[in-house]
């Protein structure tokens, strides 16, 4: 045995088994773990503050029903996606980072067009476009793209909203992955 040898075994039987190889002690992992936690159902709710802010804001007739939904969307972990009439993102919900790879900060400005790659079915984004252009809610199933490229499958319902005086003034966009497998 050389002395680096018997080095590491003196330094291996003085140290707790927590302190080697950067293990943690069992309470402090718990902890972590906690205060993770804590930390996403915080941003969790600031999330859904800041829709009921922006509900507010634009004064959206939304029913109890829609408002739930959308609210049930948000914790779910599905994507919502706002873009004024001109189909501009004005926000997204975190989980669009999750899902496409594309922070919110990226795509403010831009239509949600820079998801569709040429596999994209134009025939249904076609008709999607007439039914929003007559305020009418779409349901979806298309493939888009994440920032990498990488293709999947999702499920989007999109519903014009309306503010307390009846005028449309945006769209709402819900979507959700489809794990399936994709040729």
């Given at each position: 045995?050389?002395?680096?040898?018997s080095?590491?075994?003196?330094?291996?039987?003085?140290l707790?088994?927590?302190?080697?190889?950067?293990?943690?002690?069992?309470p402090?992992?718990?902890?972590?773990?906690?205060?993770?936690?804590?930390?996403?159902?915080?941003?969790?709710?600031?999330?859904?503050?800041l829709?009921?802010?922006?509900?507010?804001?634009?004064?959206?007739?939304?029913?109890?029903?829609?408002?739930?939904?959308?609210?049930?969307s948000?914790?779910?972990?599905?994507?919502?996606?706002?873009?004024?009439?001109?189909k501009?993102?004005?926000?997204?919900?975190?989980?669009?980072?999750?899902?496409?790879?594309?922070?919110?900060?990226?795509?403010l400005?831009?239509?949600?067009?820079?998801?569709?790659?040429?596999?994209?079915n134009?025939?249904?984004?076609?008709?999607?476009?007439?039914?929003?252009?007559?305020?009418?809610?779409v349901?979806?199933?298309?493939?888009?793209?994440?920032?990498?490229?990488?293709?999947?499958?999702?499920?989007?319902?999109?519903?014009?909203?309306?503010?307390?005086q009846?005028?449309?003034t945006?769209?709402?966009?819900?979507?959700?992955?489809?794990?399936?497998?994709?040729?």
């Amino acid at each position: 045995m050389n002395v680096s040898d018997s080095y590491i075994e003196l330094l291996n039987r003085t140290l707790r088994p927590s302190q080697q190889e950067g293990c943690r002690p069992f309470p402090v992992a718990c902890l972590e773990i906690t205060l993770l936690e804590e930390a996403q159902r915080r941003a969790r709710d600031r999330e859904k503050e800041l829709f009921e802010r922006l509900c507010r804001i634009f004064d959206w007739k939304l029913t109890r029903q829609q408002r739930r939904y959308y609210l049930k969307s948000l914790t779910g972990g599905q994507t919502l996606v706002l873009t004024d009439l001109s189909k501009c993102i004005l926000w997204t919900s975190r989980n669009f980072l999750t899902l496409t790879g594309y922070t919110s900060a990226e795509v403010l400005g831009k239509t949600p067009g820079l998801l569709e790659g040429d596999d994209t079915n134009q025939q249904t984004m076609r008709k999607a476009s007439e039914q929003l252009n007559q305020a009418k809610s779409v349901g979806l199933t298309m493939r888009n793209h994440r920032k990498n490229g990488e293709p999947y499958m999702c499920r989007i319902a999109i519903d014009p909203l309306r503010n307390s005086q009846g005028e449309m003034t945006h769209f709402l966009a819900v979507e959700q992955e489809i794990k399936e497998r994709l040729n």
